[in-house]
């Protein structure tokens, strides 16, 4: 994937740049590689946002917030986390993401969770009152 990402770097090819660099933000965070993942969020928050917000665009904005709080997690900054997810909700708020909402809000019962807030967390999860 490398390579490809390095052709169409030479390209220009904005959308593929988009494209391989989220699948490899997943992958290289999945293999332990950090920095490289941080690397691909770092591109996906420089690529040019259009006007008005488009849900492809949010899609990225999206992206790039869930990596740095999947990364934050596994630095066990919490806080940090809990600060990328919520950005991330923040721009499903529009309807249009419905899934990745759902797997943002699993994400911070997941982080109540961890916290100790198991009560919260069984709320937040719809399994406690």
Same mark, same amino acid.
């Given at each position: 994937m490398d390579?490809?990402?390095?052709?169409?770097?030479?390209?220009?090819?904005?959308?593929?740049?988009?494209?391989?660099?989220?699948?490899? #933000? &997943?992958?290289? /965070?999945? +293999?332990? %590689?950090y920095e490289e993942a941080y690397k691909h969020i770092a591109v996906i928050e420089k690529m040019p946002v259009a006007h008005p917000i488009?849900?492809?665009? #949010? &899609?990225?904005? /999206?992206? +790039?917030? %869930?990596g740095r709080a999947k990364l934050a997690m596994i630095k066990k900054d919490i806080v940090e986390a809990e600060i990328n997810y919520?950005?991330?909700?923040? #721009?499903?708020?529009?309807?249009?993401?419905?899934?990745?909402?759902?797997?943002?809000?699993?994400?911070?019962?997941?982080?109540?969770w961890d916290r100790g807030n198991r009560k919260l967390a069984k709320i937040l999860s719809g399994t406690g009152t």
């Amino acid at each position: 994937m490398d390579v490809l990402l390095a052709e169409a770097e030479g390209k220009g090819d904005s959308l593929a740049i988009y494209h391989l660099n989220t699948r490899m #933000l &997943g992958l290289k /965070i999945d +293999a332990g %590689r950090y920095e490289e993942a941080y690397k691909h969020i770092a591109v996906i928050e420089k690529m040019p946002v259009a006007h008005p917000i488009r849900p492809a665009v #949010l &899609g990225k904005l /999206i992206t +790039a917030a %869930r990596g740095r709080a999947k990364l934050a997690m596994i630095k066990k900054d919490i806080v940090e986390a809990e600060i990328n997810y919520q950005k991330a909700l923040k #721009l499903t708020e529009d309807g249009t993401q419905p899934w990745i909402e759902v797997h943002i809000l699993d994400a911070l019962t997941e982080l109540e969770w961890d916290r100790g807030n198991r009560k919260l967390a069984k709320i937040l999860s719809g399994t406690g009152t």
